[in-house]
């Protein structure tokens, strides 16, 4: 099934250079949902993959298992709210992969903290949880990566966001605002970063069939959910996956500093 996918992406772009081979490939959160589907299709595209995981790390050797095996892939344990973890896991990282090529700033959360009805302490451990996890942790691991690229004269940061940030998200505020920010940071770090040959992008899905979603997508919400878009379904992480390899291919750098929305029709921004 995934083969077949591949072989469709390479048919489509095959004006792109979508082979990946002895590219490193660094993806935040690839132990499961759209994380794992990079990497699959990274590896099917013959990268080196490297995931990290936060706490699942049977269901991450899973993953590196399943890989490709003609490459070299591994998986780190890393917390990417912990500053010092970060610090630490990209020192290891740099001295096993001295080169990095593409950093996908996947791994997020997504935990509800309605004004209505939390505690204030509640309301208080929901911004820093998130707003480490989704904004500050990628901002963390984009100035390690940005350092080794800068040195290395290119290299390629794909950043997912989400349709929260434009449309609101009224359960999830921190969420919403995390991947604003997000945003911001990754427009401007494609601007700092153009001249060293750097490209940032940033994806936006809508609702994905992932474990993160699967509580809502089950619930009596999920229909309605479904029905935002005129297709009827819910996006599938192999359609992110896709969608963040062409970001990643040879040929797309005047792309830096976009912002692709990817929610079939769910929500049109101006
Ligand atoms: P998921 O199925 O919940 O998987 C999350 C991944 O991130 C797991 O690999 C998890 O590791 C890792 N992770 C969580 N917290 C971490 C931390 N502090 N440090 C390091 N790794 C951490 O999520 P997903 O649905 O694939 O979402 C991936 C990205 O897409 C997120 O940024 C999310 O905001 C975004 N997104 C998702 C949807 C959706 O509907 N699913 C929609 C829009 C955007 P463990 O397995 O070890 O816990």
Not at 28 to 56: D, M, P
Not at 70 to 89: G, Y
Not at 232 to 246: F, L, Q, S, T
Request: charged share 20%; aromatic share 8%; net charge negative.
């Amino acid at each position: 099934m995934l083969k077949e996918a591949s072989a469709v992406f390479l048919f489509k772009f095959e004006i792109m250079q979508v082979d990946f081979a002895h590219k490193n490939v660094l993806i935040t959160g690839g132990s499961r949902g759209i994380g794992k589907a990079c990497a699959q299709l990274f590896s099917e595209l013959n990268a080196n993959v490297i995931i990290t995981y936060k706490s699942n790390k049977t269901l991450a050797e899973e993953v590196v298992a399943s890989l490709n095996p003609k490459q070299n892939h591994c998986c780190f344990q890393l917390d990417v709210a912990d500053p010092e973890a970060v610090e630490s896991f990209y020192q290891d990282f740099q001295n096993q992969y001295k080169h990095l090529d593409v950093l996908v700033n996947n791994a997020g959360i997504f935990t509800e903290h309605k004004i209505e009805t939390i505690s204030y302490q509640e309301w208080q451990q929901a911004w820093k949880q998130t707003l480490g996890t989704n904004l500050t942790g990628v901002a963390n691991l984009c100035y390690f990566a940005a350092q080794q690229m800068i040195a290395q004269k290119e290299g390629k940061i794909i950043n997912i966001s989400s349709r929260g940030a434009f449309r609101g998200e009224p359960d999830h505020p921190a969420y919403g605002a995390s991947k604003a920010g997000l945003n911001a940071m990754s427009q401007s770090l494609a601007v700092a970063l153009a001249p060293h040959n750097i490209t940032v992008g940033v994806i936006a899905p809508g609702f994905i069939e992932t474990d993160m979603a699967s509580e809502v997508l089950a619930g009596e919400a999920g229909e309605q959910i479904r029905k935002q878009s005129p297709l009827n379904r819910v996006g599938k992480p192999e359609e992110v996956a896709h969608v963040v390899a062409m970001f990643a291919s040879s040929g797309l750098e005047f792309m830096t500093g976009g912002i692709i929305d990817l929610n079939g029709a769910s929500y049109l921004r101006s």
